[in-house]
């Protein structure tokens, strides 16, 4: 089975500095789709950014992108220039590319403040 | 469209009644998916839908639980037998291709 691994549960950064959020996941699968996912307080999940695995070059959002490192199975987001409307709880996700079910496996989560 | 609805966006109930929720996917979206998140957990996943026929279950949804999408539209979520462990954020989120889109949630509070 797939697992996802969030190590930081929480994370700070200095508004408009830039943050990593780390990722790591577990698949034999050889194609697959990586997500980040954001969940500000009391609000509905949003996705953040979406990386295939078939793609070498990473992806990138306007202030958001990820680094892919398949072979270390690594898959972190970094946000540069970070504001205030970027704290919420930020969740890693992997999903296979084949057959017919879509679930997403998530990680725990990494809760991210931002200091004014 | 406005998205994923979710209702109730909140129940409390008291252990061993039955309850139900319901979700109102995005109109073309034909996949549709029920997750469970607890505190300090990311979502895991319990149901999924293609179209009308629900074609996986986790080993996370017992007896106690049944889902439904009559006619491939919205999906009920029926909890029967409360328990306090079944106490959660109950997501939804539908897609059509590679996205998900995610409701609020509805969090149930079993006492």
């Known amino acids: 089975a797939q697992t996802v691994t969030q190590s930081q549960p929480e994370m700070s950064v200095q508004e408009a500095e830039t943050v990593t959020l780390s990722c790591t996941y577990d698949?034999?699968?050889?194609?697959?789709?990586l997500f980040w996912y954001k969940q500000p307080p009391s609000r509905q999940m949003i996705l953040v950014i979406r990386q295939e695995a078939y793609k070498q070059q990473n992806a990138t959002e306007n202030r958001f992108s990820v680094n892919f490192q398949k072979a270390a199975k690594s898959f972190s987001l970094k946000i540069s220039d970070s504001q205030l409307g970027d704290a919420a709880m930020y969740f890693c996700a992997y999903r296979d590319s084949g057959g017919s079910n879509y679930k997403l496996t998530f990680g725990k989560g990494t809760l991210l403040t931002v200091n004014p | 469209d406005t998205g994923v609805s979710q209702n109730p966006r909140h129940k409390i109930t008291k252990r061993g009644q039955n309850v139900t929720f319901r979700c109102d996917p995005i109109?073309?979206?034909?996949?549709l998916y029920w997750y469970r998140q607890t505190l300090g957990q990311g979502p895991e996943f319990l149901t999924y839908?293609?179209?009308?026929?629900?074609?996986?279950k986790s080993r996370l949804l017992s007896d106690r639980f049944s889902a439904e999408r009559p006619k491939g539209s919205f999906s009920t979520l029926e909890i029967q037998r409360t328990e306090q462990g079944d106490s959660a954020m109950y997501l939804c989120?539908?897609?059509?291709?590679?996205?998900?889109?995610f409701g609020p949630g509805t969090r149930l509070t079993v006492l």
């Open positions: 698949t034999s699968e050889s194609d697959y789709y």
């Open positions: 109109s073309e979206h034909n996949r």
């Open positions: 839908f293609q179209n009308e026929a629900q074609l996986e």
């Open positions: 989120a539908s897609s059509f291709v590679n996205e998900q889109f």
